[in-house]
């Protein structure tokens, strides 16, 4: 988890993923690794030598890290809007009775004349797939 540096009247979100491995001391400036409890200098919030320390000495860390922020990000996606109009409807998908759709349906064709939609957007194929969908 990043820290948060309070040493200035604007506090801001450590980024470096490199504070995964550190713990820091914002009054001296300083650095300790968290596996082998070596302290480094850190200047004006520069994490290079910490991010050398970590290539030399931990190369599994870093491998470590990478592959939790993969997995997390993969984890995070989101399926497009695009992929979610081509998806087929599941077969456990809720089967709706001839009245509702029949209610949908009537809701649809008021959509324009509320809204103040040109009547030609019923012709729009995303509309289309939307109603087969439903």
């Known amino acids: 988890e990043a820290e948060t540096v309070t ?10 993923g490199v504070w995964q491995h550190f713990t ?4 001296s400036d300083k650095a300790t690794c968290n596996l082998c409890k070596s ?4 200047k004006n919030g520069s994490t290079s030598s910490l991010q050398r ?10 491998e470590a890290t990478v592959a939790m922020k993969s997995r997390d990000k993969q984890a ?7 992929a979610f109009a081509k998806s087929k409807p599941s077969s456990t ?11 949908i ?15 030609s957007i019923v012709n729009d194929a995303a509309l289309r797939e939307l109603m087969a969908y439903l």
């Open 105 to 119: 349906t009537d809701i649809l064709a008021r959509w324009p004349w509320l809204d103040g939609r040109p009547i």
């Open 53 to 62: 320390h970590l290539n030399n000495r931990h190369p599994s860390a870093i």
């Open 24 to 27: 820091r001391d914002a009054a």
């Open 93 to 103: 998908a809720k089967v709706i009775s001839p009245v509702r759709q029949r209610e």
């Open 76 to 82: 995070s996606k989101q399926q497009s809007i695009s």
């Open 39 to 42: 302290t480094f200098a850190y």
């Open 7 to 16: 040493d200035s009247p604007f506090q801001r979100q450590s980024r470096s």
